[in-house]
């Protein structure tokens, strides 16, 4: 069985800066993609940043500039630091990992980590 679990979320102001992690853990072969979505109520989840295995990365525009995603493949681990926060970033997010096992390849989801930047 394989978990993603998340870290890192929190209140913050407007212009300050959150950095989360995101480990994934269980009888894991090989960890690919890995990336960050974010959903607000009554929305559809968006995806934030992904980063290949070999660190390719992209991001959607409203972030650019403003938050780096990352990874430590020793540690299964994937992470999104946040700077310049804008209330306009306040949502759950989620890490999604692309995770090959015994079982075979599938994409995994963590629980979710609450942001809420206030202005």
């Known amino acids: 069985q394989v978990q993603l679990v998340e870290s890192g979320g929190g209140l913050v102001q407007a212009g300050e800066s959150l950095r989360l992690s995101c480990a994934a853990s269980?009888?894991?072969?090989?960890?690919?993609?890995m990336s960050w979505y974010r959903q607000v109520p009554g929305k559809q989840r968006e995806l934030v940043a992904g980063?290949?295995?070999?660190?390719?990365?992209n991001y959607v525009d409203s972030v650019k500039g403003r938050f780096t995603i990352s990874r430590d493949n020793a540690k299964n681990t994937v992470y999104l630091q946040m700077n310049s926060l804008k209330p306009e970033d306040t949502a759950v997010y989620y890490c999604?990992?692309?995770?090959?096992?015994?079982?075979?390849?599938?994409?995994?989801w963590g629980q979710g980590t609450q942001v809420t930047v206030s202005s």
């Open positions: 999604n990992s692309l995770i090959t096992t015994w079982g075979g390849r599938r994409t995994y």
């Open positions: 980063i290949s295995g070999g660190g390719s990365t």
């Open positions: 269980g009888s894991i072969i090989s960890v690919s993609t």
